[in-house]
């Protein structure tokens, strides 16, 4: 809305305008009324609507019509999700956006089509029905929170493009993550696995997960370049990942870590190093024994198999889980030799806050989650709480007995 006042200039009522330009700047905009300033004052007002009326309508006809609340409020939501999907896509790591496709397009998708809500309708209960729905097919509350932090984060830039007043997700109540408690080996087990894999080609992604506590992107994500053997160290900073773009399955390279503490520099530990050349002369024996039909297109990389090839995740994941089953051996997950080297540097005295150097997590309170204490740490603890209490009740009885 348009405001002005009245101001006198050389004997004549002049009707000065506020507006403000389109870079926002405020400007002042004087017409004349043509009336003298002696005996007009009222008509002078009068004339001063007239213009701030005429001047807001002039501006209101002359503005581009805007399309985009249009476009949404026809929008139905599950289609508005898709939208804020691709609107994302190039600021995100393609493994997130990959992620973040797997929820809005699955069972979101369907579950809001066959509704037919339209954007602007969306309720709090709408949402809280559909996570109803995800429960009872099975899906637990860790899944659940993942679709909640992609609704929220899209019904929030629906929010700041005032396309909806408020985030209906504000009003729902937090779920409930499960605490999941990730499982380790003890130095007897690793080394029982270790003497197990020897000499095979999956030997060396498992011992660098062991050593370094290495997520399986890192692990995978290792080049050559990466590793200096002067210096002796080797950085993480490159990772490969596996998924469906496009409806194409394949490598997803990255030329970042997960975080920006994921990024690190290493000492190149000497049973790492042995084993890295081992593997490196096992790569040029083979690339003669197999001639042309070795494949080289991944020859940058060190965790490649016998014919050349870069090993997917979820090989890993897979032959890692058949080892265990094959030889008897406790079951744990491929990650959880992340939580078997932070176990084993904490209970060896090495500091929180180098394991998560070590590790490269961004808060101390994932390291924290990271590193297991056992039973035997647990006792120290409440001797330490006996004796104390103890020696403090057999000084109140000296002193009664004095």
Known sequence: MLTGSLQIKKGIYYAVINFYDEKGNRKLKWISTKLKAKGNKRLAEKKLMEILTGLEETTLNNKPRDNTLEKYNNMLFCDYMVD???SISNSVARTTFIGYSQVVKGKM???FKEKNIK??????????EFYEYLSKQGIGNNTIKHYNANISKALKRAVVKEIIPSNPIDKIENIKEKQFIGDFYTVEELEQLMNIIKDTFIELPILL???YGLRRSEVIGIKWSAIDFEEKTIT?????GYGNINGKAQFIFEDKTKNQSSYRTLPLIPLAEDLIL????KQIENKKLFGNTYDEKYKEYICRNDLGELIKPGYITQKFSEILDKN??????FHDLRHSCATLLRRNGVRLEDIQLWLGHSSYQTTLRYSHIDDDVNKKS???ITDIFEKDKKKKQLIMHD
């Not at 081992?278 to 002369?281: D, E, L, S, T, V």
């Open 209 to 211: 997960a062991g050593y």
């Open 382 to 384: 409440a001797n330490v």
């Open 236 to 240: 993480i900073k490159h990772t490969v």
């Open 119 to 128: 954007l602007i309708d969306i309720k709090p209960i709408h949402i809280t």
């Open 328 to 333: 008897n051996l406790r079951h744990i997950r």
């Open 278 to 281: 081992r593997h490196k002369n």
């Open 109 to 111: 998708y369907s579950y």
């Open 84 to 86: 804020w999907l691709m």
